[in-house]
């Protein structure tokens, strides 16, 4: 299980730009506005050999009449909550802020592990200037400039010393299903419904990990193990809606699945937050089921199904390849669909394709529709394919000119592989290197 670190502090002190450097992307909006990140980041990072997941989380701001920094303020409450060690990023070149002080005071009370972080140190003089946050009581302040780099080596070496050791989940051969999904979408509701299903627990094992409980079932003819993140810490009212709460879930569920269900509100359609949770799960290289639940409160006429599925994936290109499954959890409609598609999409996951059969069928393909020249007039010539022995389906692609081969032709052959074998609601990775 892979531990959470999260950025807190308040507004415009480089909290993005931080989040930028440690995942080695710009994937944040970095400008000088206060309160610009209003969503959350989400990324992957390693140092030393040790992953972890990284939250960028808004400012935060007190008393304000805005909403947003309201929502930010309970935000960085949940990551404060959620996450396993904290960076608190401050701003060495103005000094202490009155919101600091706010922020100080929650990280005092939560006991949690905190690095205190003195961004926009980007000369030696300013070094000093961080000393001042000593006061805070959170330890000694690391000098860093997010822009450049300099001090965040030191920084993320003490982070490595205070992740704890990682938990390790149930070794099973058995398929591993996580439901997520935003809140109120019916994750509860399905999980019961395929709890209520004939069947036979083999084993519950609660607290596995910190944070989800494994079920063993036997449904259907059908062995799998259910990782349960749903409703497991009662939280107070106000975090009920929270959005960001359900992704640092789905982000522990999506690395513990072998196939990620994601539950969307067949009312609402797809949101950005359930292209979020596809994404990670993209990432993380799950396979991925749609389940569009609350299907009997939506008017039909003859196609609205598949209507439905086109707009769903024209929001989920470039992977467009996800069975997409209607249901009803109040009606008991097509609930065992769902299991059905999954344990699909976990059979396709694991998929070996020979390299005699991968090279009869595609080199034609490839013949007849060769990627373009280069831009130096040179022609890529791909004479070889082969399956990588990993436990997602990766492959090699053979050729003359790797670097040449242009992103459309990686689709084209992406296409082409899915066309010729079954990759449904599998993320596929495609390599091309030197003969």
């Not at 920094?69 to 103005?94: G, H, M, S």
């Not at 359900?246 to 797809?270: C, H, K, M, P």
Request: with cysteine; proline share 4%; aromatic share 8%.
């Amino acid at each position: 299980m892979t531990n959470i670190a999260a950025i807190v502090g308040r507004p415009n002190v480089g909290k993005s730009t931080f989040f930028n450097r440690l995942v080695q992307a710009r994937q944040a909006i970095v400008e000088e506005t206060s309160g610009v990140t209003r969503d959350r980041h989400y990324g992957r990072s390693d140092w030393n050999g040790k992953t972890f997941s990284l939250i960028d989380t808004g400012g935060y701001v007190v008393g304000s009449d805005d909403i947003f920094e309201e929502e930010i303020r309970k935000q960085v409450a949940l990551a404060i909550d959620e996450a396993d060690v904290i960076f608190f990023v401050v701003d060495a070149r103005e000094g202490i802020h009155v919101l600091d002080q706010e922020v100080a005071n929650l990280l005092r009370q939560s006991k949690k592990k905190v690095l205190l972080v003195a961004n926009k140190v980007d000369n030696p003089d300013r070094i000093a200037d961080a000393q001042e946050f000593y006061s805070f009581g959170l330890g000694e302040p690391f000098p860093i400039s997010a822009i450049n780099g300099s001090g965040t080596g030191e920084l993320l070496d003490e982070m490595v010393k205070l992740l704890p050791e990682e938990m390790t989940t149930i070794e099973s051969d058995l398929p591993k299903f996580a439901v997520v999904g935003r809140p109120n979408v019916g994750k509860s509701s399905i999980i019961n419904a395929f709890l209520g299903i004939e069947r036979n627990i083999v084993t519950s094992i609660a607290g596995t990990t910190r944070d989800s409980i494994h079920t063993e079932y036997n449904a259907f003819g059908m062995n799998f193990i259910l990782v349960d993140t749903a409703g497991l810490r009662k939280k107070g009212k106000v975090y009920e809606n929270i959005e960001f709460y359900s992704v640092l879930r789905a982000i522990r569920s999506i690395e513990e699945s072998d196939v990620v269900i994601i539950l969307i509100d067949a009312q609402t359609g797809i949101e950005a937050q359930d292209l979020n949770i596809l994404k990670l799960a993209e990432k993380n290289r799950k396979g991925v089921v749609i389940v569009a639940n609350k299907w009997d409160l939506i008017e039909k006429e003859n196609n609205t199904h598949l209507e439905y599925e086109k707009a769903i994936k024209e929001r989920t290109a470039p992977f467009t390849d996800i069975p997409i499954v209607f249901t009803s959890v109040i009606n008991k409609q097509r609930i065992f669909k769902v299991l059905e598609a999954a344990h699909e999409v976990y059979e396709n996951r694991n998929r070996r394709i020979a390299t005699s059969q991968l090279n009869e069928l595609l080199l034609p393909i490839i013949q007849a529709s060769p990627p373009p020249a280069t831009t130096r007039g040179k022609y890529v010539k791909i004479k070889y394919i082969t399956q990588l022995k990993t436990q997602t389906p990766q492959f090699v692609f053979f050729c003359n000119f790797p670097k040449d081969v242009k992103e459309s032709y990686r689709r084209f052959l992406e296409n082409k592989l899915r066309e010729q074998f079954n990759f449904k609601g599998v993320p596929i990775q495609l390599y091309f290197r030197q003969k």
